[in-house]
């Protein structure tokens, strides 16, 4: 697939205003073709991601919007900080424990902890048994942003047929309740059109969060272990405007969701470029502000205008509390062993690991 890529911020916000020009209905699709076979898999689990909120546009978008906008009110999101701080206090605690026998990886042991939690309890929906959760949400991510050949297609959408298996009973069961799938059925949305919301929606309500919670605290205790030039050290997160300041900054040079696509629905002209009806955007979100970035730029990470996340709030503010917290927790650590492995989709990105121990006093 070749894009035409768009990096400068301005540029990026102008695609997004444009939505006469550019519509994300590809948003969706899986960046390589899927195989007959992968297809196959899907369509006995009767697999389908009609356009309702990600890849829609118009009214009917604006309408489901307005649905779940109100599962993620600004008095919402800030009445869940406390549940965040004491969901991390207890991950942490078992967390400094377990540093007493050496290295310990905080993306396992705390950042993939906290926002399935909370994600459940703002939408009223159940998750799965965590390690479930997590596996589903990685697979479906490599399906449609990744690379994979033949065979591991083929994996990955088995994967991908059974979440969505368990997802299609969860709607069904919803019916009648007050939980966010049920209230969306009330609303006049078909099961197959709950599920197309409700597939990326659980795994972007808490699976990307987890990867921005992991970038923050690798490069909040880096910052320890390596310097920077700012002299800030990872100790000094603890303070809660420090831990702010540090989070919009990761968001701003290297969120977890750092780009998204459109597709031209005309001829048009983007920032001078001449583009043919159909011709596939990639919008970089995240990693293209200049050195001396605006206080806002990190608001990008999360898209622009109608289709701006409706979850940025709370991605922030449990990426902000959960550093904060384990910088007070654990002042004394540093990075420990090599390099980890990131994750590198088109639209995701991570490090799989931030394994770190405590300094020797």
């Known amino acids: 697939m070749s894009y035409h890529v768009v990096g400068s911020p301005a540029v990026v916000r102008e695609a997004m205003r444009r939505t006469d020009d550019f519509a994300p ?20 689990a009767r697999f389908a991601l009609p356009p309702v909120l990600a890849s829609a546009s118009g009214e009917q978008h604006r ?43 905080l993306a396992d042991s705390l ?38 050949d033949a065979d591991r297609q083929l994996e990955l959408a088995r994967s991908a047929a059974d979440f969505y298996a368990w997802l299609r009973a969860e709607v069904l069961a919803s019916k009648g309740s007050q939980s966010l799938f049920g209230v969306l059925q009330e609303a006049g949305l078909s099961t197959a059109e709950t599920c197309s919301l409700g597939y990326f929606l ?24 390596r310097g920077r030039p700012d002299g800030r050290r990872w100790a000094d997160l603890a303070d809660a405007d420090a831990a702010r300041a540090h989070v919009r900054h990761v968001l701003a040079t290297e969120s977890s969701v750092h780009t998204w696509r459109r597709s031209a629905l005309r001829d048009t002209v983007l920032d001078g470029a001449a583009l043919p009806a159909g011709a596939e955007i990639l919008l970089e979100l995240s990693g293209r502000h200049p050195v001396d970035v605006a206080p806002t730029a990190y608001s990008l990470a999360f898209g622009h205008g109608l289709h701006r996340c409706l979850g940025a709030k709370l991605a922030e503010l449990e990426t902000v509390l959960v550093v904060q917290a384990a910088a007070r927790a654990l002042p004394a650590l540093r990075l420990s062993g090599p390099e980890p492995a990131w994750l590198r989709l088109l639209s995701f990105q991570t490090p799989l690991s931030v394994t770190a121990e405590r300094t020797s006093p």
């Open 25 to 44: 209905s590809n948003a969706l699709t899986s960046v390589v073709p899927l195989t007959p076979a992968a297809l196959r898999i899907l369509s006995r």
């Open 111 to 148: 950042a993939r902890h906290v926002p399935p939690v909370i994600m459940a309890g703002l939408t009223g929906q159940d998750n799965p048994p965590l390690e479930v959760l997590k596996q589903w949400s990685r697979d479906s991510l490599e399906l449609f942003w990744g690379w994979p």
């Open 202 to 225: 659980v795994i972007a309500g808490q699976e990307t969060t987890s990867q921005l919670i992991n970038t923050a605290l690798y490069r909040g205790i880096e910052a320890g272990t």
């Open 63 to 105: 309408a489901v919007r307005t649905l779940v906008g109100r599962f993620f009110t600004p008095a919402k999101v800030a009445a869940v900080g406390p549940r965040v701080k004491e969901l991390a206090r207890q991950r942490l605690a078992a967390t400094a424990a377990a540093l007493e026998n050496g290295p310990v990886d």
